[in-house]
T-cell receptor, first 115, second 117 residues
Framework: SAVISQKPSRDICQRGTSLTIQCQVD?????MFWYRQQPGQSLTLIAT?????????ESGFVIDKFPISRPNLTFSTLTVSNMSPEDSSIYLC????????????FGQGTRLTVV | KQEVTQIPAALSVPEGENLVLNCSFT??????LQWFRQDPGKGLTSLLL?????REQTSGRLNASLDKSSGRSTLYIAASQPGDSATYLC????????????????FGQGTILTVHP
């Protein structure tokens, strides 16, 4: 299985600022995803991080608000821009690879509180 | 659009009970189904993965079954323990045109399980 390191694990941020979350995997992976889990809710996919090209965003999520980078096959960042209290959520990085069949693995998440 | 529903939303049981968590999905064209555990404020731990061609998977005290045609999966936990207390999430991956997928997961809302000593 994959070892996924996500940083920071939690943060409290002022509204109007931006936070960049990092996801590092211990091996090269085919697919990397970013999910959001709002308080009391289940997980919703924000975007698929594509290596060397622009991320693919789900309906309701836009690049200006959630810019994503994926410079190589083991690393990705998600930025939450111009934050408001509604952005308070857990943000999770997920990976999939033929190395592990079709199983999906998740990082430990970043708990973001916007005040 | 795929929709995943989990029943019950919450479950509280005494230690030692056997229990069943239910998951249903609206589109049977899935590639696989995965059960996860989430502790409060934490990430997801993969428990069991069932491919669309499989009927069940077992790991220790956990057994997951899949009836793809009826759009249902169950997670059976035997001899529950207080350490099993967590939120259990069911998620499906859709098949793509090529019949394979390493794509996104669609999640249910989860079942919050509390096991009392």
């Amino acid at each position: 299985s994959a070892v996924i390191s996500q940083k920071p694990s939690r943060d409290i941020c002022q509204r109007g600022t931006s936070l960049t979350i990092q996801c590092q995997v211990d091996s090269q992976v085919t697919m990397m995803f970013w999910y959001r889990q709002q308080p009391g809710q289940s997980l919703t996919l924000i975007a698929t991080a594509n290596q060397g090209s622009e991320a693919t965003y789900e309906s309701g999520f836009v690049i200006d608000k959630f810019p994503i980078s994926r410079p190589n096959l083991t690393f990705s960042t998600l930025t939450v821009s111009n934050m408001s209290p509604e952005d308070s959520s857990i943000y999770l990085c997920s990976v999939r690879s033929p190395l592990w069949g079709t199983e999906a693995f998740f990082g430990q998440g970043t708990r973001l509180t916007v005040v | 659009k795929q929709e995943v529903t989990q029943i019950p939303a919450a479950l509280s049981v005494p230690e030692g009970e056997n229990l069943v968590l239910n998951c249903s999905f609206t589109d049977s064209a899935i590639y696989n189904l995965q059960w996860f555990r989430q502790d409060p404020g934490k990430g997801l731990t993969s428990l069991l993965l069932i491919q669309s061609s499989q009927r069940e998977q077992t790991s220790g005290r956990l057994n997951a079954s899949l009836d793809k045609s009826s759009g249902r999966s169950t997670l059976y936990i035997a001899a529950s323990q207080p350490g099993d207390s967590a939120t259990y999430l069911c998620a499906v991956t859709q098949s793509n045109a090529g019949g394979t997928s390493y794509g996104k997961l669609t999640f249910g809302q989860g079942t919050i399980l509390t096991v009392h000593p």
